[in-house]
T-cell receptor
Framework: GAGVSQSPRYKVAKRGQDVALRCDPI?????LFWYQQALGQGPEFLTY????????KSGLPSDRFFAERPEGSVSTLKIQRTQQEDSAVYLC??????????????FGSGTQLSVL | GNSVTQMEGPVTLSEEAFLTINCTYT??????LFWYVQYPGEGLQLLLK?????DKGSNKGFEATYRKETTSFHLEKGSVQVSDSAVYFC??????????FGAGTILRVKS
């Protein structure tokens, strides 16, 4: 596709439910990032993939958060046993290069997760 | 650790007014600096960037200069338009292209 695609656009979950958020990066992009954006705040880094390898997961807030990118393209962010504090917009971004500090990131529109 | 602080909004201006959004950073090493913009209903998109001290990034009439001595990267535009209404995020890029964002500044431009 032309850009980074995320689905679903909105997700409402009951507390304790598991959720899975999908990201389709731009074709051919090597690097993929997940960010969490709380209301009124800037995005915060969660995890980074280079192809299928998860090189950095230092931003994942707990072991309830798990991300994968098994074939180096589509990525899934899974949150188990959701809590109210997980409510946020989850952003996916991709870039062509392998972890250069000045490389442009292309962001999706995000998935807005509301945990009731 | 690395952090970015930007001025709180919302900033409300009339069309053709001069815009400044302040951004300062704390970082180890020599990060790249970015401004990203989020228009209503759209994803974040890169507005401009600078990769080393004294570099000026520019795009769509917006400018920002990487000032190492003041650890700043203030965003400026000489004459804003209604279409510039958006949320603006200052960010720094660290190893692996991991971005650290500021909290964002809402800009509202009135006709």
């Amino acid at each position: 596709g032309a850009g980074v695609s995320q689905s679903p656009r909105y997700k409402v979950a009951k507390r304790g439910q598991d959720v899975a958020l999908r990201c389709d990066p731009i074709s051919g992009h090597v690097s993929l990032f997940w960010y969490q954006q709380a209301l009124g705040q800037g995005p915060e880094f969660l995890t980074y993939f280079q192809n299928e390898a998860q090189l950095d997961k230092s931003g994942l807030p707990s072991d309830r958060f798990f991300a994968e990118r098994p074939e180096g393209s589509v990525s899934t962010l899974k949150i188990q046993r959701t809590q109210q504090e997980d409510s946020a917009v989850y952003l996916c971004a991709s870039s062509l290069a392998r972890g250069k500090t000045n490389e442009k990131l292309f962001f999706g529109s995000g998935t807005q997760l509301s945990v009731l | 650790g690395n952090s970015v602080t930007q001025m709180e909004g919302p900033v409300t201006l009339s069309e053709e007014a001069f815009l400044t959004i302040n951004c300062t950073y704390t970082a180890t090493g020599y990060p790249s600096l970015f401004w990203y913009v989020q228009y209503p209903g759209e994803g974040l998109q890169l507005l401009l960037k600078a990769t080393k001290a004294d570099d000026k990034g520019s795009n769509k009439g917006f400018e920002a200069t990487y000032r190492k001595e003041t650890t700043s990267f203030h965003l400026e535009k000489g004459s804003v338009q209604v279409s510039d209404s958006a949320v603006y995020f200052c960010a720094l890029g660290t190893y692996g292209n991991k971005l650290v964002f500021g909290a964002g500044t809402i800009l509202r431009v009135k006709s």
